[in-house]
């Protein structure tokens, strides 16, 4: 079985970086800041999407500001990582013991995840990933599309773990089950109206999502 993971709101509790980084980006670019709530409604999606619904009617200069210093915010406060939410560091290790692939659908740039990855120590943890600046930003699928040509499988034979609508929309696009999770930037809500086959509230109770719905066992041979 291959498990596609969303990063920030799902496996990171990064939210609050975001946030914070986002709105001083704001502010640097002379432009007013965005609420708390609708930075949160854009988590997930590639920056340059993000900015431009932030602020519709910016001029472009305006929005490269924003983007060029949210990066450098976000780089510096990145040296501390953020926390793992709870149960991810042994559902992931859990996973893998048992057949698993793992792999990372991202609306963060590849040089972001790299940097995460290696403060992290977990350059080899996962077989695949996709970010939002080498393909298609969420929801538009193409990111999926490409891990499931990677691993050489069909998207029904995939699933996809989210925190955002955008993770889920872009699964049910191509037919691939996925899982909320209710602690991240959505409300649940908006995570239950792209049918996922359930919206859980803590990380742990993945493993028997995967075994109710997916029939995966230990010691299952990887699709």
């Keep these: 079985m291959v498990v596609i993971f969303d990063w920030d709101g799902t496996l990171i509790d990064s939210a609050g970086k975001i946030i914070a980084c986002m709105q001083q980006a704001a502010r640097d670019a002379a432009l007013a800041p965005p609420t708390d709530d609708q930075v949160r409604n854009i988590i997930g999606l590639g920056l340059d999407l993000a900015i431009a619904r932030l602020y519709p009617d910016a001029a472009q200069r305006q929005r490269d500001e924003v ?11 990145d040296r501390i990582p953020c926390a793992f939410f709870p149960g991810v560091t042994d559902g992931l290790a859990s996973l893998q013991v048992r057949g698993a692939q793992l792999a990372v659908a991202t609306g963060k740039s590849r040089k972001g995840l790299a940097r995460v990855l290696e403060n992290l120590g977990m350059e080899a943890f996962f077989a695949a990933t996709r970010c939002a600046d080498e393909t298609a930003s969420k ?16 998207p029904d034979e995939a699933i996809m773990v989210g925190d955002t609508e955008y ?4 699964a049910r696009r191509i037919a691939m089950p996925s899982v909320g999770v209710s602690y991240g930037a959505h409300a649940v809500e908006r995570l239950t109206r792209w049918q996922p086959l359930q919206v ?7 493993d ?6 997916c029939g995966f066992r230990p010691g299952e041979a990887n699709s």
């Design 67 to 77: 983007r060029e210093h949210y990066s450098r915010n976000f780089i510096a406060a």
């Design 139 to 154: 929801p538009d699928p193409l990111m999926l599309q490409e891990l499931c040509e990677e691993f050489g499988i069909r």
């Design 167 to 170: 993770d889920l929309e872009m």
């Design 200 to 206: 859980i509230d803590a990380f742990a109770e993945l």
């Design 208 to 213: 028997g999502v995967l075994t109710r719905h």
